[in-house]
């Protein structure tokens, strides 16, 4: 059975960082296309980075926000850089199989002073 849990969310200042991760069990990872979204309150679910199999990174933003993958421990991470009131809110992983999809159940990210 296919795990994704999320975890590193917290409550961060502006301007500050966090690493979040994605522990994922349960099948071969190195055939997945993983990414991270993020859903604020009241809008649609958004895509805010991923990785491909062979560990090409992709982000929606580049210069704050860096994608990595742990193949030997079958963990994602986010790395989120000078983080801004609008980055708040709940920050998922998800995996993808040849169009099988896995999503974990989120880790609240709230950026406040």
């Known amino acids: 059975q296919v795990q994704l849990v999320e975890s590193g969310g917290r409550l961060v200042q502006p301007g500050g960082s966090l690493r979040l991760s994605c522990a994922a069990s349960?099948?071969?990872?190195?055939?997945?296309?993983m990414g991270w979204y993020r859903q604020a309150p009241g809008n649609e679910r958004e895509w805010v980075a991923g990785i491909s199999p062979d560990d090409i990174p992709h982000s929606a933003d580049s210069a704050r926000f860096t994608i990595s993958m742990d193949d030997a421990k079958n963990t994602m991470f986010l790395q989120m850089n000078d983080l801004r009131p609008e980055d708040t809110a709940v920050y998922y992983c998800k995996g993808n199989r040849r169009g099988i999809i896995f999503w974990g159940q989120g880790t609240q990210v709230t950026v406040s002073s």
């Open positions: 349960g099948s071969d990872f190195d055939y997945y296309i």
